[in-house]
Nanobody, 126 residues
Framework: QVQLVESGGGLVQAGGSLRLSCAASGRTFSTYAMAWFRQGPGKEREFVAGIRWTGDSTYYADSVKGRFTISRDNAKNTVYLQMNSLKPEDTAVYYC???????????????????WGQGTQVTVSS
C-alpha cells in the first residue's frame, strides 16, 4: 500500500502561482510514476502532469504545458506541482496519484494509477 497526502492548495488571483506537494509513504519502492489529476465542478477527472519516479521523463496535458512544472524529491518521497500563470479554468480539486509496477509510458488515464490522495482545492479568482 502507498499513502499519498496532498497539500498547498488555496485561493489565488488569476495570473498568480501556487505549489502543490504530494508526500508518499508506504511501499513507495514499487512506484513507476506519479501524476497530478484535477476535477473541476461538474467535470470528469483529467490528467494534468506526470513524472517517472526516476525523474527522467515528464508528460503534461496541453492545457497546462508551459505554465505548470512537475518535479520530485526522492529523498523526501515527495512530488511537486508548480503552477504559474493560473487561470480561472484551473479551478479544481487536484489529486495526486501513484502508479505501481512496470509500465512503458507514464499513464494519462485514471485507470493507470493504483493509489490516490484525498485531493486539495485550488480556486483561481478572476
Amino acid at each position: 500500500q502507498v499513502q499519498l497526502v496532498e497539500s498547498g492548495g488555496g485561493l489565488v488571483q488569476a495570473g498568480g502561482s501556487l505549489r502543490l506537494s504530494c508526500a508518499a509513504s508506504g511501499r513507495t519502492f514499487s512506484t513507476y510514476a506519479m501524476a497530478w489529476f484535477r476535477q473541476g465542478p461538474g467535470k470528469e477527472r483529467e490528467f494534468v502532469a506526470g513524472i517517472r519516479w526516476t525523474g527522467d521523463s515528464t508528460y503534461y496535458a496541453d492545457s497546462v504545458k508551459g505554465r505548470f512544472t512537475i518535479s520530485r524529491d526522492n529523498a523526501k518521497n515527495t512530488v511537486y506541482l508548480q503552477m504559474n500563470s493560473l487561470k480561472p479554468e484551473d479551478t479544481a480539486v487536484y489529486y495526486c496519484a501513484s502508479a505501481a509496477g512496470w509500465r512503458t509510458i507514464i499513464p494519462a488515464q485514471t485507470r493507470g494509477y493504483d493509489y490516490w490522495g484525498q485531493g486539495t482545492q485550488v480556486t483561481v479568482s478572476s
